[in-house]
């Protein structure tokens, strides 16, 4: 039997202390982009959905952002997780690489993504296609934080 609906789950992609003010990354819009965030954030929330937060944590022993134990690594405040929402840790740009996050995504029959995060060309896009590649439906929230400060 055909299911009639498709399950949907927020991820929100490395939106993390160190790209907003005094962070080692600042980026040009980051506040803007956390504000786009929560508001999905919330009505995911609202809606009982799947939230997926992927924090990046630097494995280079001369990282100088992301780095494990430091407020800059830890997710930023507009948009921490809540008790029961779950948190995957990668260390590369695409959040499917070295993670468990497909595996997560197929055993909880997930087929439609909204993703939203700090650097289209860093961590969205590769975890856009690939996500795209391996049969889910995405959908990327508009946002504008590109650039360092």
């Known amino acids: 039997m055909k299911r009639k609906y498709t399950k949907s789950a927020l991820l929100l992609l490395d939106i993390q202390n160190d790209y907003f003010y005094k962070g080692k990354m600042e980026f040009q819009g980051s506040y803007e982009v956390a504000s786009e965030?929560?508001?999905?954030?919330?009505?995911?929330?609202?809606?009982?959905?799947?939230?997926?937060?992927?924090?990046?944590?630097?494995?280079?022993?001369?990282?100088?952002?992301?780095?494990?134990?430091?407020?800059?690594?830890?997710?930023?405040?507009?948009v921490r997780p809540m008790e029961g929402e779950t948190v995957i840790t990668k260390n590369n740009p695409n959040s499917f690489i070295q993670t468990d996050l497909y595996d997560y995504l197929k055993n909880n029959q997930i087929e439609n993504l909204t993703i939203v995060g700090m650097m289209d060309n860093m961590a969205n896009d590769p975890t856009v296609r690939t996500a795209k590649d391996l049969g889910f439906n995405v959908q990327l929230v508009e946002r504008k934080a590109t650039s360092i400060v």
């Open 37 to 78: 965030a929560k508001k999905v954030l919330e009505i995911f929330r609202k809606k009982r959905r799947t939230i997926i937060h992927i924090q990046h944590i630097a494995v280079h022993k001369n990282a100088s952002h992301f780095i494990s134990g430091t407020y800059g690594a830890e997710i930023y405040e507009e």
